[in-house]
């Protein structure tokens, strides 16, 4: 199997940029490795990222514990989707360019689903729902 090996400089790289906080973004949660975060595009309430805070191309280039670490946030961050009235949970990963990959630095997407919502509602609304304090 051929592993992709796009890469970006660690100063280049956006999401790297946010988790050094160089960028602002409306951060749900943090702990000392990953970050999860609202995507600036939300076409969908409550989409959210999660990054490993270390820099690795995607899911293919990442070590056991980067794995670990991400999807520990994911789980934890879905569980208090359920927990703020959400039914469901889609969880999503683009692997490559060709994958669809636009930002190469392992990504995992969270869609909550499930839940009524004004469409009106404001980032400040979203983000004060779904704020994690890290216990």
Same mark, same amino acid.
């Given at each position: 199997? !051929?592993?992709? !090996? &796009?890469?970006?400089?660690?100063? =280049?790289?956006?999401f790297c940029n946010i988790a050094n906080k160089n960028?602002?973004?409306?951060?749900? *949660?943090?702990?000392?490795?990953? #970050?999860?975060?609202? =995507?600036?595009?939300?076409?969908?309430?409550?989409?959210?990222?999660?990054?490993?805070?270390?820099?690795?191309?995607?899911?293919?280039?990442?070590?056991? !514990?980067?794995?670990?670490? /991400?999807?520990?946030? /994911? &789980?934890?961050?879905?569980? *208090? *989707?359920?927990?703020? +009235?959400?039914?469901?949970? &889609?969880?999503?990963?683009?692997n490559g360019q060709s994958s669809g990959q636009t /930002?190469?630095?392992?990504?995992?997407?969270?869609?909550?689903? +499930?839940?009524? *919502? =004004?469409? !009106?509602?404001?980032?400040?609304?979203?983000?004060?729902? #779904?704020k994690i304090k890290e216990r």
């Amino acid at each position: 199997m !051929k592993i992709m !090996k &796009k890469t970006s400089k660690r100063e =280049d790289c956006l999401f790297c940029n946010i988790a050094n906080k160089n960028i602002s973004s409306n951060i749900i *949660y943090e702990n000392e490795t990953t #970050l999860a975060f609202l =995507d600036i595009n939300q076409s969908h309430i409550g989409h959210t990222l999660v990054i490993p805070k270390q820099h690795v191309c995607n899911l293919l280039n990442a070590n056991q !514990k980067q794995i670990t670490e /991400v999807f520990k946030a /994911v &789980k934890k961050v879905s569980n *208090y *989707y359920l927990n703020c +009235g959400f039914t469901g949970i &889609k969880v999503m990963i683009a692997n490559g360019q060709s994958s669809g990959q636009t /930002v190469f630095h392992l990504h995992v997407h969270i869609f909550p689903c +499930g839940i009524k *919502y =004004d469409k !009106k509602i404001s980032t400040k609304q979203i983000l004060e729902m #779904l704020k994690i304090k890290e216990r």
